[in-house]
Nanobody, 124 residues
Framework: QVQLGESGGGLVQAGGSLRLSCAAS????????MGWFRQAPGKEREFVAF????????YYADSVKGRSTISRDNAKNTVYLQMNSLKPEDTAVYYCAATPKRSGLVAATRYDYWGPGTQVTVSS
């Protein structure tokens, strides 16, 4: 069982930066792949980024590639999402998720555990 809790969201002007954090409980955190997803009002939840258990090469959605960095600190049971050059279209509730699965990690259905989310609002 893994419990997740996001923090770091807020209101920021376009062009600004935010770092989201996701703290996880559980002794097996390092064995889980971690993902970030987001959901804007009236839209489906969409993939943002994932990083595998060993912290290997991360994978990003095209919409955030080059502007965002996902990282993890297994000693702290925490995964981060650094977002730069934020745009109004980045406004959404951001969720972190965890899964022991090894494939298909861009799909929300592949994740077993979810945090409650943190709101990110980017003003123009």
């Amino acid at each position: 069982q893994v419990q997740l809790g996001e923090s770091g969201g807020g209101l920021v002007q376009a062009g600004g930066s935010l770092r989201l954090s996701c703290a996880a409980s559980g002794r097996t955190f390092s064995s889980y792949a971690m993902g970030w997803f987001r959901q804007a009002p009236g839209k489906e939840r969409e993939f943002v980024a994932f990083i595998i258990w060993s912290g290997g090469v991360p994978y990003y959605a095209d919409s955030v590639k080059g502007r965002s960095t996902i990282s993890r600190d297994n000693a702290k049971n925490t995964v981060y999402l650094q977002m730069n050059s934020l745009k109004p279209e980045d406004t959404a509730v951001y969720y972190c998720a965890a899964t022991p699965k090894r494939s298909g990690l861009v799909a929300a259905t592949r994740y077993d555990y979810w945090g409650p989310g943190t709101q990110v609002t980017v003003s123009s």
